[in-house]
């Protein structure tokens, strides 16, 4: 008998306004749109597979027409609703987003002001916009989290934008490692620990920590694959407990995953997801996904190219303790 929700991510649109240079979306101009349509067909079928969580992905969420009506589809359906946005159209839409019953936030900022983030993302002004609807979010009961891409471009502003997130009262922050398609090179290993492992030992009553692994690894072994070969830290062996929890919804192709990381890395091996349709009819938890998720909940920590440091602390977490809070995925 399951103790935990599942938690169903929706890949809801391809476009985005960003143009952020570690990005497969950047300024796509991609016209697929996820439809309420099919998110209304998709419900109940969540429901039936133990969802209790779902979060819309992009692109970029905001630029979904239909995205608030969406959110409120599914809190009407007992769904706790959560999205993840470049925050440069949140100001306006929090306010909207809340009334239809928005749980949850995330907004991607990559640095402790947009003299840095701006510049990395190629966006002006996407810093004081990102803040400034996280607070009003805040402010209107949505729950507030930052997730932030960490390299060598970056690290050194981390104790500084702890500190602003923690005077903005965002409440969760994932620190997750720069992946691109070579090895990331830091010039001094220990240098990165001596400015980061502070964030992370930081009194929780002063300062917001960070989720989940440290994005440079916890153990000996964990930081020196890191940062000798650029492998992020993953689930613990032998088993990735993720699998079990996860429905990641790639809405353009129709395909489903068992994590959300799997889709953006085609090259882990393994099953290439599951179909959403059969038939032309919308079904989760098919025996094809079924067979997709047990392979990489068995062989997930030995082949996968890339893991969230939040998936990574959950799966472990869930393999020490049986259970974690709500959205600690």
Not at 133 to 150: F, H, I, K, M, Y
Not at 240 to 249: L, R, S
Request: net charge negative.
């Amino acid at each position: 008998m399951r103790t935990r929700d599942r938690y169903l991510f929706i890949r809801i649109l391809e476009a985005c306004n960003a143009d952020c240079f570690m990005c497969d979306f950047a300024l796509s101009r991609d016209t697929f749109r996820f439809s309420p349509e099919d998110f209304e067909d998709l419900l109940p079928k969540a429901r039936d597979a133990g969802v209790g969580y779902v979060r819309f992905t992009g692109g970029e969420p905001l630029m979904h027409p239909d995205v608030v009506e969406l959110v409120r589809s599914g809190t009407a359906a007992g769904m706790r609703m959560s999205l993840i946005t470049n925050g440069s159209q949140l100001p306006r839409m929090a306010a909207p987003l809340a009334d239809a019953g928005l749980a949850q936030v995330i907004v991607s900022l990559d640095g402790s002001s947009g003299a840095t983030h701006d510049v990395y993302r190629r966006s002006p002004g996407m810093f004081d916009s990102g803040l400034q609807g996280l607070r009003a979010a805040s402010a209107l009961g949505v729950l507030p989290r930052v997730n932030t891409v960490v390299g060598p471009h970056n690290y050194t502003e981390m104790p500084r934008l702890q500190e602003v997130l923690t005077r903005a009262g965002v409440r969760q922050w994932e620190l997750s490692a720069l992946k691109l398609d070579r090895t990331i090179t830091y010039p001094d290993a220990d240098h990165v620990r001596g400015v980061c492992d502070p964030i992370y030992d930081a009194d929780p009553a002063a300062l917001l920590v960070p989720m989940g692994k440290r994005f440079y690894g916890d153990t000996p072994q964990e930081q020196e694959r890191y940062f000798s070969r650029s492998v992020t830290p993953r689930a613990a062996e032998p088993l990735c407990h993720v699998a079990d929890d996860v429905i990641y919804v790639d809405g353009k192709y129709g395909r489903m995953y068992a994590c959300s990381c799997i889709p953006h890395r085609e090259g882990d091996g393994g099953p290439g997801g599951a179909p959403l349709r059969e038939q032309g009819v919308i079904r989760l938890d098919t025996p094809a996904f079924r067979a997709h998720a047990d392979y990489f909940r068995e062989r997930g920590p030995e082949v996968c190219g890339g893991c969230s440091t939040t998936a990574a602390g959950y799966s472990d977490d869930v393999a020490r303790l049986g259970a974690v809070g709500a959205w600690h995925y």
